[in-house]
């Protein structure tokens, strides 16, 4: 055989194969990327997924306390919470009737020391876990209150979250609080 036609044939082979290895690695860079789309879409689905039980366990929660006969407002359902919010005027109402009831202060020891409300147990909110047994579980209405409000809303979320019912937090904390106030 003529040496410059199988230089010819090995050349032509030499492109086949050429073209197909390019058509190949296109192939595999489209695979390589719906790959990652299906990772980053797992990843997502992972993460709607834990979202969807978290609100489901929080449905449960409060048509558990529907079935126990507690009160459930609108707020709660939409915003998926297990604790009402509470006016300073609601609290002071409450107290005012001479119902049995339970306030916590989950302020820092310096600003318990500044005013409180006679009669609240002071719980400060990175301690509430570690007292919880303080907490009264008798059914009685718990007033959770802070300086502003955040770290009440905190604390009534994770006491409602370990079955407590009628848990309020105070809307203001102390900043909006106009009733009496102790300093011993």
Request: aromatic letters at 4%.
């Amino acid at each position: 055989m003529d040496p410059l036609l199988l230089a010819a044939i090995a050349l032509g082979l030499a492109v086949v194969l050429l073209l197909m290895l390019l058509a190949t690695r296109g192939r595999i860079a489209t695979l390589e990327e719906r790959l990652t789309d299906l990772s980053h879409a797992q990843a997502s689905k992972e993460a709607d997924g834990g979202e969807l039980k978290e609100s489901l366990d929080g449905l449960r929660k409060l048509l558990a306390m529907v079935a126990a006969g507690k009160l459930v407002d609108p707020d709660m359902v939409k915003e998926n919470r297990l604790y009402r919010n509470a006016r300073p005027a609601d609290l002071a109402a409450e107290m005012a009737s001479g119902k049995p009831l339970c306030v916590i202060d989950v302020r820092t020891p310096q600003e318990w020391a500044g005013g409180h409300i006679e009669g609240a147990l002071h719980i400060p909110v990175d301690d509430i876990s570690k007292r919880l047994h303080e907490v009264a579980r008798d059914g009685r209405k718990l007033f959770v209150i802070c300086a502003g409000g955040g770290r009440s809303s905190a604390a009534a979320a994770w006491l409602a979250n370990r079955g407590y019912l009628n848990v309020h937090s105070v809307e203001g904390g102390m900043g909006a609080w106009r009733g009496p106030v102790s300093k011993s």
